[in-house]
Nanobody
Framework: QVQLVESGGGLVQAGGSLRLSCVGS????????LGWYRQAPGKQRELVAA???????NVADSVKGRFTISRDNAKNTVYLQMNSLEPEDTAVYYC????????????WGQGTQVTVSS
């Protein structure tokens, strides 16, 4: 019923850019907090950036100034613009949609691989 599909990952050299997209179906993005997480081999999954239903954002210190999260509610899509990529950014990036309150849920996409070469 609910599906989040990430795209835009790939192989890029250090200093390059990628834009990740996540399209939701069976869910209305406009009422959700949306986030991008990543998980590198042998490491815990960590929050990269999030954007609330009212548009406030927060980003991890490790990507601050390089990554930007945005949303297009009309397209039910959340983006992660990734600039000045570093090898340390290599990970599987996951899209998340969550809602708190009376009705709660927390959905995840399958992930998209981002590999940054030196």
């Amino acid at each position: 019923q609910v599906q989040l599909v990430e795209s835009g990952g790939g192989l890029v050299q250090a200093g390059g850019s990628l834009r990740l997209s996540c399209v939701g179906s069976g869910i209305i993005f406009s009422i959700n907090t949306l986030g991008w997480y990543r998980q590198a081999p042998g490491k815990q999954r960590e929050l990269v950036a999030a954007i609330t239903r009212v548009g406030s954002t927060n980003v991890a210190d490790s990507v601050k100034g390089r990554f930007t999260i945005s949303r297009d509610n009309a397209k039910n899509t959340v983006y992660l613009q990734m600039n000045s990529l570093e090898p340390e950014d290599t990970a599987v990036y996951y899209c998340n949609a969550a809602r708190s309150g009376l009705v709660k849920y927390d959905y995840w996409g399958q992930g998209t691989q981002v590999t940054v070469s030196s």
